[in-house]
């Protein structure tokens, strides 16, 4: 159901306080076809309130006529400022960008940060935006997993269901996720609450068993039978069950390209106030599911790009995999057991 503007510009306020936004700076509000207009028209009133400028950057939709899916995150790499250098420029000479539409997984915006750029990530519905609104206690939380994970040279995955995998870690940066951009340079996701990395190229392997209620992203689903995985030299080497399996790998196929059977980054769900039961509540379209990234406990691992990390991998298929009843291990020792976080 719907929030006020008055709850969804105090979210805001709270957001570009975490940002340390200053009076006097620029933010550019990047837009699209789809941005929502309630959390456009509330982000410019609490970026004006803190005396800040507020500048909107409206960018044509792109990859509409590719993507076999309306997800903002089904179709990665090429985005509307691809080639598109005034607008780049711009976002690049801003302080603070606000991305309403959509640039994960961009060379674009891997240029716009390399300058010092900041760029927030926010196009969840305003009532997830408000219910998941950033605290301090959420960037604490996701840096003290990121030592360890940072530290760690193994992760090694095992369920219930049979699956067991491994991955080496230390080739890549971390991806911390909390919620606001407190740094020069740094992306982030509002909202969030998890933390990731991507393997060692090559180093996956094993077998994953998706579980009954295991989510694919981005088709917003909720597995109903297993589906079976097998990981071997960084890649998926076959996607085995019933028909989610079919269609999980038609899907995959319909790229053409194989780079998007490798795996992308892995991690696991910090946020407390995510629930694995909201894609439930909605309309396959309404949210991009970052309650299912996010949520507490879970074992979060994709497929696709890595340039988000440094890597030269752009391939356009993202698949989002959050697993529940999970363990995860760092160097044998568990950050998350049958899928609820260890504390301490
Ligand atoms: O916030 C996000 C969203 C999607 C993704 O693949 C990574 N981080």
């Known amino acids: 159901m719907s929030v006020s503007d008055y709850e969804l ?47 909107r950057l409206d960018l044509q939709p792109t990859n509409g006529g590719v993507s076999l899916s309306r997800d903002p995150l089904a179709y990665v790499g090429t985005t509307p400022l691809t080639g598109n250098r ?98 020069p340079g740094r992306w982030d996701h509002w909202p969030s609450g998890f933390l990731a990395t991507w393997s060692n190229e090559g180093s996956a392997r094993g077998t994953i068993v998706l579980a009954p209620g295991d989510i694919l992203l981005p088709q917003k689903s909720y597995v109903t039978a297993p589906v079976t995985l097998r990981l071997d030299g960084g890649y998926v080497r076959s996607i085995e ?14 790229f053409g390209d194989p780079e998007v059977f490798a795996v992308s980054h892995i991690g696991w769900g910090l946020q407390r106030r995510a629930h694995w039961s909201v894609l439930g509540f909605y309309d396959r379209e309404a949210s991009i599911g970052m309650d299912a990234r996010a949520c507490a406990g879970n074992f979060l691992w994709s497929t696709g790009p890595n340039n988000e990390a440094g890597g030269t991998r752009d391939t356009a298929c993202h698949i989002d995999i959050p697993m529940r009843n999970c363990t995860v291990k760092l160097d044998g020792v568990a950050v998350v057991r049958d899928g609820r976080l260890v504390e301490g």
């Open 86 to 183: 005034a607008a780049v420029e711009m976002l690049k000479a801003s302080d603070l960008v606000l991305d309403l539409m959509t640039l994960l997984f961009s060379a674009e915006q891997h240029e716009i940060l390399a300058a010092g750029g900041r760029i927030l990530l926010a196009v969840e519905p305003p009532e997830i935006l408000v219910r998941m609104v950033p605290t301090a206690e959420d960037r604490t939380r996701v840096l003290a997993a990121s030592a360890r994970l940072r530290a760690a040279r193994s992760l090694r995955v095992t369920s219930a269901a049979g699956t067991d995998v491994s991955f080496a870690l230390g080739d890549y940066p971390m991806l911390e996720e909390y919620g606001f951009v407190d740094a």
């Open 241 to 254: 069950g019933g028909y989610e399996a079919d269609h999980l790998r038609d899907y995959m196929e319909s």
């Open 9 to 55: 510009v105090r979210a805001w306020r709270q957001v570009l306080d975490l940002c340390r936004l200053e009076a006097g700076q620029t933010v550019t509000l990047l837009t699209s076809a789809d941005t929502n207009r309630q959390t456009l028209r509330c982000a410019i009133l609490a970026v004006r309130d803190r005396g800040a400028i507020a500048n």
